[in-house]
């Protein structure tokens, strides 16, 4: 697959997911669940952006110029680690409208899809073109992990990032 061919139907996924928490940030009634479409609504935007500026880059001159892809989201984990000390200090359990779950569902498969076509990009594509996709991996898999979370929070699983939201017994 040639780079500028990549460019475009990496667009076009991000465009799709942009789309999708855009529409869930309008739909969804709860403030929390509201903030997580509306955070990963922008987050694809940033993604968009970023891709929108390399097919023109790539229009234009043929190249690519490295460029750093920036993200709404702090980087690493700690940011998780800090949630979870949060969370285990003052559980809440909110379970989620039909509506709300269907659309993380959607939002969750939409992401598996896209962090894989990028592992395939990443491993087909020419080792010079293969940074421009790169940078995604970490990013997608982040947003996997949050929606999950999410999913799981709302459903009455009783987690959020893997942390006990109640306790069965008594202490």
């Known amino acids: 697959m040639k780079l500028q061919e990549a460019i475009k139907i990496a667009l076009d996924y991000e465009n799709k997911v942009r789309d999708h ?8 009634q709860d403030p929390q669940g509201r903030k997580v479409f509306e955070t990963l609504a922008k ?3 940033g993604h968009v ?3 929108t500026y390399c097919l023109d880059q790539w229009t234009k001159t ?3 110029k490295a460029t750093e892809l920036k993200s709404v989201l702090p980087k690493g ?12 200090k003052n559980p809440a359990k909110r379970v989620a409208a039909a509506g709300e779950i269907e659309l993380l569902k959607i939002a969750l498969q939409m992401e598996i899809e896209t962090g ?4 395939d990009l990443v491993s ?4 010079g073109d293969r940074d421009l996709f790169a940078k995604f991996l970490d990013i997608e898999d982040g947003h996997l992990t949050i929606v999950q979370a999410q999913l799981d929070s709302v459903q009455g699983l009783g987690y959020w ?3 006990p939201e109640f306790e069965l017994e008594g202490a």
């Open 62 to 64: 043929g190249k690519v």
């Open 49 to 51: 952006d970023y891709l």
């Open 116 to 119: 894989t076509f990028y592992k």
């Open 161 to 163: 990032f893997d942390v």
């Open 124 to 127: 087909k594509l020419p080792a």
């Open 21 to 28: 928490y855009a529409k869930g940030a309008a739909s969804i």
């Open 77 to 88: 984990v700690e940011w998780i680690d800090q949630a979870r000390k949060r969370l285990q």
């Open 43 to 45: 987050e694809e935007q």
